[in-house]
Nanobody, 116 residues
Framework: QVQLQESGPGLVKSSQTLSLTCIVS?????????WSWFRQSPGKGLEWIGY???????YYSPSLKSRASISGDTDKNQFTLQLNSVTPEDTAVYYC?????????WGQGTQVTVSL
C-alpha cells in the first residue's frame, strides 16, 4: 500500500515560489502510477495541478502550466511541486496522490497560505 506525506512551508509570500514535497513509502515513484498534485481553495472544489509519470514525463493543468513544475527524486523516492509567482489566490490545501491500477492513494493534505 502506498503512503504519501506532503511536506513544505505553510506560509509563502506573494511573488515567491511555493515548493512542496510528497514523500512516498510502500512503492516506488518509478512504478506505474500517476504521481499527482491537487489543491482545494476555500469555498472551491478540488483542482488538479498536474502529474508526473514513472517515466519522468509531466502534464499540467492548462490554467497552471505556465507556473507549475513537478520533479522527482528517485533516490529519496519523493516528488516535488513548485509553483512560481504565487498570489493570495494560491492559498489552498495542497494534496499529493498516486493513481493507477494498483489503487488510488492520497496524502493527508497540507495548508499553504500566501500572504501579501
Amino acid at each position: 500500500q502506498v503512503q504519501l506525506q506532503e511536506s513544505g512551508p505553510g506560509l509563502v509570500k506573494s511573488s515567491q515560489t511555493l515548493s512542496l514535497t510528497c514523500i512516498v513509502s510502500g512503492d516506488s515513484i518509478t512504478n506505474n502510477f500517476f504521481w499527482s498534485w491537487f489543491r482545494q481553495s476555500p469555498g472551491k472544489g478540488l483542482e488538479w495541478i498536474g502529474y508526473r509519470l514513472y517515466s519522468g514525463a509531466t502534464y499540467y493543468s492548462p490554467s497552471l502550466k505556465s507556473r507549475a513544475s513537478i520533479s522527482g527524486d528517485t533516490d529519496k523516492n519523493q516528488f516535488t511541486l513548485q509553483l512560481n509567482s504565487v498570489t493570495p489566490e494560491d492559498t489552498a490545501v495542497y494534496y499529493c496522490g498516486a493513481f493507477g491500477q494498483g489503487g488510488d492513494y492520497w496524502g493527508q493534505g497540507t495548508q499553504v497560505t500566501v500572504s501579501l
